[in-house]
């Protein structure tokens, strides 16, 4: 009935995905039961423009949230008991419901009802990979199967199957082998994670106006050539950190405070960390360090990806268009209230 099991032994991955979840897999049985005591009564249909955003809060789980609400798309969003409540997901018009990919128990309930699912999570750096981006997503796929889920898109990383040696790469590329496996008709996005500090800086307060990821993740629902597709979304132009600072000191007019890390000093921070329990999901985090020192390129050929999804290239925007839309509109509205603009230091 589920396929974890198979799967496990016909790919084999690391040893930080190998653990699996048997909680996950025995909570899905019963999930997987009722879904087909459902099929034989003849349960309600799905509506088609129902959907679930796993990662909501997140910087491009919200931007997906904003493009399928506008789209007409009913979207309901996993959210995590908090402090700080995702309340503008539900001033936006969407709908939340309390689960937590570290708690198997409480996915089968938010999976009821939604036709397709969009997981735009990953962990926290203050969480554990393992825990929310190996055995939370093989849970949410083993429960996508047992509900009968029509489309999956799962957002991962580029270059994620050349780099077993990063803890988050490796395991992305597990979970996108174990989608396959499913029998979901599902979507692979690859996308480049490494400008994380840029998006906070600057490109936030623009997301809301050009959102083409978003656009383009949508965009798979709606074709089935996108169906059994790994796509990636990257621009033709791969920037290397300090490009992208001189860009911005360029067209602000002003120098950025920026602050150079040895990278042989990474690599000895993650090796102390890794002596330590307790330190093992921050070193793995810095083993991003060795990717950085690669001299890797992580531009790709976006030819396929437009043609799937039907969107023509000239409607997307590069990151120089992106961040001087920025710098016109957010600097200028700041000047205009007497205000001023005090960036994050960059750490390189």
């Not at 981006?133 to 050349?162: E, N, P, T």
Request: net charge neutral.
């Amino acid at each position: 009935m589920l396929r974890g099991r198979s799967w496990r032994r016909s790919v084999r991955p690391p040893a930080s995905c190998r653990r699996g979840s048997r909680q996950a897999r025995r909570q899905l049985v019963s999930a997987a039961a009722a879904g087909d005591a459902a099929k034989a009564v003849g349960g309600t249909p799905v509506p088609k423009n129902a959907i679930l955003v796993v990662g909501g809060t997140g910087t491009l789980g919200r931007q997906v949230v904003r493009r399928a609400l506008d789209e007409g798309y009913e979207v309901r969003c996993i959210v995590r008991p908090r402090l700080s409540p995702a309340d503008f997901l539900r001033d936006w018009g969407a709908t939340t419901v309390q689960a937590d990919l570290t708690d198997p128990t409480s996915l089968p309930a938010a999976l009821v009802g939604v036709s397709a699912v969009i997981d735009c999570a990953t962990a926290r750096p203050e969480e554990s990979t393992d825990k929310v981006d190996w055995d939370g997503k093989v849970a949410l796929i083993q429960c996508a199967q047992a509900m009968g889920i029509q489309r999956y898109v799962f957002c991962s990383i580029l270059h994620c199957d050349k780099h077993p040696e990063v803890p988050l790469m490796s395991i992305k590329h597990c979970t996108e082998q174990f989608l396959a496996s499913s029998g979901l008709n599902y979507t692979v996005f690859r996308l480049c994670g490494f400008m994380q500090a840029i998006i906070g800086n600057y490109a936030v307060p623009i997301l809301e106006e050009k959102p083409d990821v978003a656009r383009m993740i949508m965009a798979a629902l709606r074709t089935d050539a996108a169906v059994g597709k790994t796509l990636p979304l990257a621009g033709p132009k791969a920037w290397s950190t300090a490009e992208v600072i001189e860009l911005c000191e360029r067209l602000a007019d002003c120098d950025a405070e920026v602050r150079n890390v040895p990278v042989w000093l990474l690599k000895g921070t993650r090796g102390l960390l890794r002596s330590f329990q307790w330190a093992g999901d921050a070193a793995d985090r810095l083993a991003f360090a060795e990717v950085l020192s690669s001299n890797e390129s992580f531009s790709a050929d976006m030819g396929e990806t437009y043609e799937v999804l039907g969107v023509d290239p000239a409607s997307v925007s590069g990151l120089e268009e992106y961040l001087k839309s920025y710098f016109d509109t957010i600097l200028k509205r700041l000047k205009d209230v007497g205000a001023s603009s005090k960036q994050t230091n960059f750490y390189i």
